[in-house]
């Protein structure tokens, strides 16, 4: 009975994840604090039971060889917000931010405060506390997904399935909305779901676009051996799933999104035609010709048939979207880049970025800039330098795993599920130079929990 107990657990922090991914998806992609609370309680009872709840048993040492490391980094990265938040001695304060201890001294004198009370490095303690709750369920979110990638190792997928499958039926969502509106309008708006934004929405779908797609190339594979009818029809069901995620980026009219997804299905083409070239060096000359060509004509498609008109024009009026515009966003690099060199040593804070540009800020004062629209950017503003190479090494640690299981481990499990991995990595990497995915909850979770899946599965030898 014990046993059964233990059992159960693995099944039980997966439904809690699905569940409050599904929920933070639904909710307005997470970003209601006081809605996003029961999403962040719920990763976190399944990250409890995932690493506390079941019994450490010997694994391969395959499995566990450079992990480790990876959540030092990861470990480090929290403390380091964590110390933003602890108050220091004034003179300490002063020496490792002279821009932060300015603002103080000033804002103290001004209101007769103590100006001999510690004081946090944090230009705003309150928004990098709440900030917190959301970065914490995304490092648990991947932690938990290396467990369940290691529950189930000879079936990986399963570690994914809820992902791909909250993306899909949200974008069946999309699909509708982009439907009715250009039957009632005669022209598609902007798809974006359950999400505010339609960028964000597009953002879940680019990343779960690559993993859906490499899934129909593991069962085709598969295929070779196992002829029935249910291997056929669960590969008709991804091909179907995989259109529906690449169609509601292009009705989400987002134009970085669009491309990013066209960079993912080339490096997802490229990596699995380069992998095939590879076992077959005897083939023809002319075939493997033939294979890198498919690899770029494919993508080229995508762009000519796929695209709607109202896609068309967004490309066509480039200089502007519905937000801000491109010159806007640059005066806001230009700004941020300024905030970055007065909190250079130890950022402004987590989460407050809009604090933190306040001194600089000139492009449209009556309004809220709270985003740099580039999330490397807000990253460095935010963390300053030692943060952003923390966030940076773990973001090397990761890719140099995925990348060396692309390249030199083709025999491992799910070698297609790396391969994916890879793929929603770019997507998700170039989208984020023009926008602010990584600071969604719901998309942050469902990238740390594709992440933390793929960065296991590619160790284990078929």
């Avoid at 079941?54 to 450079?66: A, Y």
């Avoid at 669960?234 to 091909?239: E, H, P, S």
């Avoid at 937000?323 to 250079?344: F, L, N, P």
Wanted: charged share 15%.
């Amino acid at each position: 009975m014990a046993t059964d107990g233990w059992r159960m657990i693995p099944w039980l922090s997966y439904g809690l994840m699905a569940a409050s991914l599904a929920a933070a998806v639904l909710l307005s992609g997470g970003v209601v604090a006081s809605q996003w609370k029961w999403s962040a309680l719920g990763i976190s009872l399944a990250a409890a039971l995932a690493v506390f709840g079941i019994p450490r048993v010997e694994q391969s040492r395959s499995g566990r060889t450079g992990g480790e490391r990876g959540l030092v980094l990861l470990a480090l990265l929290l403390g380091w917000m964590l110390f933003q938040l602890l108050p220091l001695p004034p003179g300490l304060v002063q020496w490792l931010s002279p821009a932060r201890w300015s603002a103080v001294a000033a804002a103290r004198a001004a209101s007769g405060y103590d100006l001999h009370r510690w004081a946090a490095l944090s230009v705003a303690p309150p928004l990098t506390f709440e900030r917190l709750l959301f970065v914490i369920p995304a490092m648990a979110a991947f932690v938990t997904a290396r467990e369940m990638s290691w529950w189930w190792r000879e079936q990986a997928w399963i570690a994914v399935a809820p992902v791909i499958g909250i993306a899909w039926l949200e974008s069946i969502l999309g699909l509708v909305q982009f439907y009715f509106a250009r039957t009632d309008k005669g022209r598609g708006s902007m798809a974006s779901g359950t999400y505010v934004n339609h960028n964000h929405f597009a953002g879940l779908m680019e990343i779960g676009f690559p993993v859906a797609v490499m899934w129909m190339v593991a069962r085709l594979r598969k295929s070779k051996t196992d002829r029935t009818m249910t291997s056929a029809f669960g590969t008709a069901v991804l091909f179907a799933i995989a259109t529906c995620l690449l169609m509601a980026v292009v009705v989400s009219l987002s134009r970085m999104a669009f491309i990013s997804t066209l960079m993912a299905m080339g490096v997802i083409t490229l990596t699995w035609l380069g992998s095939w070239v590879a076992r077959n060096a005897n083939s023809p000359g002319l075939l493997r010709w033939g294979i890198w060509i498919v690899a770029v004509v494919i993508p080229l498609l995508i762009l000519v048939f796929l695209t709607p008109r109202e896609l068309v024009r967004r490309f066509a009026d480039i200089s502007a979207t519905e937000d801000v515009t491109v010159e806007g966003r640059t005066e806001i690099w230009r700004e941020t880049m300024q905030a970055v060199s007065a909190y250079k040593w130890t950022g402004c804070g987590l989460g407050a970025y809009e604090r933190g540009l306040y001194q600089f800020k000139n492009l449209a004062p009556l309004n809220r800039i709270d985003f740099a629209h580039n999330d490397y950017l807000q990253i460095l503003t935010e963390l300053g330098i030692p943060g952003a190479l923390l966030a940076g090494a773990f973001a090397v640690w990761f890719v140099s795993r995925i990348v060396s299981v692309v390249l030199w481990r083709g025999s491992s499990n799910s070698w297609e599920l790396t391969v994916g991995v890879l793929g929603a990595a770019a997507a998700l990497g170039a989208h984020s130079l023009a926008d602010f995915n990584f600071y969604i909850p719901a998309n942050a979770m469902a990238f740390a929990w594709l992440c933390g899946a793929g960065e296991r599965t590619g160790l284990k030898r078929r």
